[in-house]
């Protein structure tokens, strides 16, 4: 058994409650590889963020389980290193789908976990959330859970349909769980994919497909219900058309891929919503920068020479994200 605390880890319980005084959320990156991380630390130790480091199913697949949280703690000490002087840095298992994980992530030093039962049933998602809640809670590890189901594909959690949280279930679920933040569904989705053609609208202009807008109107009435609860949204990537347009330039194929405008999220970051993950955004960054490279010098056989300005583009894309989407930066000086 590790505590967070021994890591240097925090918990979400204080940063939520000041970003939602504050009106900021929290970026949760996910991170799978060195320069990843590397970008991350780099982009919060800079702008003074508080960050939410998320380990996926896929992440742990790839990466080793073992092997990220070693690199978790790493990260607080190079975070230290780049004069951050007390870092935010809270580790944060993304999509946990049992208690069995949740319960080794809590001992093993991870300082929040997600439960997504959100699959089953009412009553067994909140059996299973209230079970994961009550151990985690002994070792003041923080629990995120699921109302409602997104749709799309994000590594091995995937929905062809979306169903937005009902706001008359979220105060017994939260009551009856005793969670600490919860994922609702509001019409954000996982992947770059995030709408079909026939969901949105065109620009006349430009051509571009025009996303549906989140419900905001189902996000209002879950506050009213739970005033002040820390809400957490999912798949908000925003699928940069500068990434598209750079990875389809040098040979890739994503045509029509489409996510959340950033205005929508910024708005959202302002209410009660205190974590928004972005993952794909950061995949797109990678290999929009690792595509240019093989494409301008296709005799380059040095990792370091591709993925040193992948990170750079990933390491831009954070700080963007974290002033002018997020609002987070200079909240963990
Ligand atoms: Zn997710």
Wanted: aromatic residues 8%; contains cysteine.
């Amino acid at each position: 058994m590790v505590s967070f605390k021994e890591l240097g880890l925090v918990n979400t319980r204080e940063m939520f409650a000041k970003a939602i005084k504050g009106g900021y959320a929290i970026p949760a990156f996910n991170f799978n590889n060195m320069e990843q991380l590397q970008a991350i630390v780099k982009a919060c130790a800079e702008t003074k963020s508080p960050v939410i480091l998320q380990v996926s199913k896929g992440a742990r697949n790839y990466a080793n389980q073992t092997l990220l949280r070693y690199m978790a703690q790493g990260a607080v000490e190079y975070a230290k290193e780049l004069g951050w002087e007390k870092p935010q840095i809270c580790l944060h298992l993304d999509h946990g789908d049992s208690f069995e994980l949740c319960k080794s992530c809590v001992d093993f030093g991870f300082s929040s976990v997600m439960i997504d039962a959100s699959s089953l049933p009412y009553e067994e998602n909140i059996a299973l959330t209230k079970k994961v809640v009550e151990y985690a809670h002994q070792y003041d590890v923080t629990v995120e859970a699921e109302l409602g189901v997104l749709a799309g594909v994000e590594d091995e959690v995937s929905s062809a349909v979306s169903h937005y949280t009902k706001p008359e279930e979220v105060v017994d679920f939260a009551t009856r769980t005793g969670c600490d933040s919860l994922a609702i569904s509001i019409g954000t989705s996982h992947g770059a994919y995030k709408f079909t053609p026939e969901q949105c609208t065109r620009d006349p202009k430009t051509g571009k497909l025009v996303p549906p807008p989140l419900a905001f109107d189902v996000l209002d009435a879950i506050m009213e219900q739970l005033p002040g609860f820390p809400i957490v949204l999912h798949g908000s990537s925003s699928v940069p058309q500068e990434y598209v347009d750079m990875i389809n330039q040098y040979g890739g194929k994503l045509p029509d891929a489409v996510g959340i405008p950033e205005e929508q999220l910024r708005k959202a970051a302002k209410s009660a919503v205190c974590k928004i993950n972005i993952d794909s955004d950061s995949r797109l960054a990678f290999t929009a920068a690792v595509r240019k490279v093989f494409a301008e010098k296709p005799g380059e056989f040095d990792p370091r020479k591709y993925c040193g300005p992948a990170r750079d583009l990933m390491e831009e894309l954070y700080k963007h994200k974290i002033i002018n989407v997020l609002g987070s930066n200079g909240k963990a000086e």
